[in-house]
């Protein structure tokens, strides 16, 4: 009996604690007037600028759908009225082009330049962030340098350089261009830059090489940056228009930016609802990768500004 009566005291105190406790939380939780507003206002901002973002491509998929004499109704819908998926497969059966062609050119070109540049940035980048060398941060600001450089500058002679070595009228001209990239290297050395120097010297310490140190222990731990680098270099390859339109001759060298330009017709008379439909099929690689790597995506790019 006495032993029970020691315990309640005990466990009335530990249920007051608990109390106050659900109570300093649900204080805590309590938000003032002026901090709802102000999450009001930025959820309004973000929704409507999702909204102004998605609107296009909730119209071209709406469009790519409709008859071609509804392609351009006003005012324009913005969801699908009509579901006619033979449009697609029209796209695909085109005597225009050579769907399955072009898109195979722009699919290979695409991943030999990703994959050139995950490897040539990256081992650029673990040079410039943990080799020592003279000069070292001054090459790399004259690296960087590059990067304001507009594309247009540099068109001509690299279209000569493509010309003396008789890469004109092949998918070379387009891939050997883009191995590599200033945006990449710096991406991926902020990356390196973010990991602790002992990695390197305990692995010297144990008598490892730089490039084993490259590969094994320092490549694996920037996968997010790998990731984001891919998608950015995977993007801006497919998307490609200027490129193939300079270089490349051949129908059997077109890539799909070309055959979506060729359903246009001519005067841009073709049927829009095909044109939107071959769009909306190029975007769908990309839509894939993009919600496949996402996260990877957003770490690698928070990750760029942070120092080890």
């Not at 003396?164 to 883009?178: E, K, M, S, V, Y």
């Amino acid at each position: 009996m006495s032993e029970s009566l020691r315990s309640q005291p005990q466990s009335l105190d530990l249920r007051l604690g608990k109390g106050k406790r659900r109570v300093h939380t649900r204080k805590s939780r309590q938000r003032s007037p002026a901090q709802l507003l102000l999450e009001i206002v930025i959820w309004t901002f973000l929704i409507v600028m999702a909204i102004i973002q998605f609107a296009p491509i909730s119209w071209m998929f709406a469009t790519s759908l409709r008859a071609p004499a509804r392609s351009m109704d006003l005012p324009p819908s913005f969801w699908p009225t009509d579901f006619r998926w033979e449009n697609y497969l029209a796209v695909i059966n085109s005597p225009r082009i050579d769907f399955l062609l072009f898109f195979w050119n722009s699919l290979r070109i695409a991943v030999l330049v990703t994959l050139g540049q995950l490897l040539t940035c990256s081992m650029a980048a673990f040079a410039f962030a943990r080799l020592r060398m003279p000069a070292r941060e001054q090459v790399f600001f004259l690296f960087l340098a590059t990067m304001m450089v507009p594309g247009t500058v540099i068109m001509i002679p690299t279209f000569i350089l493509i010309r003396t070595f008789g890469l004109i009228d092949t998918h070379w001209a387009l891939i050997l261009p883009g191995l590599t990239s200033a945006f990449g290297v710096f991406l991926l050395r902020q990356q390196f830059m973010t990991l602790p120097g002992e990695l390197v010297e305990a692995a010297r310490m144990d008598g490892a090489g730089f490039l084993r140190i490259f590969s094994q222990i320092m490549l694996p731990l920037i996968g997010p940056g790998l990731s984001a680098l891919g998608i950015f270099t995977f993007l801006g390859s497919w998307n490609n228009f200027m490129g193939p339109l300079l270089y490349l001759r051949s129908w059997a060298n077109y890539t799909f930016p070309l055959a979506i330009v060729m359903l246009q017709g001519y005067m841009g008379m073709g049927n829009r609802a095909h044109v939107l439909a071959a769009i909306m099929i190029s975007i769908f690689p990309l839509l894939v990768i993009f919600l496949v790597a996402q996260r990877h995506v957003i770490q690698g790019i928070a990750l760029t500004g942070l120092k080890a």
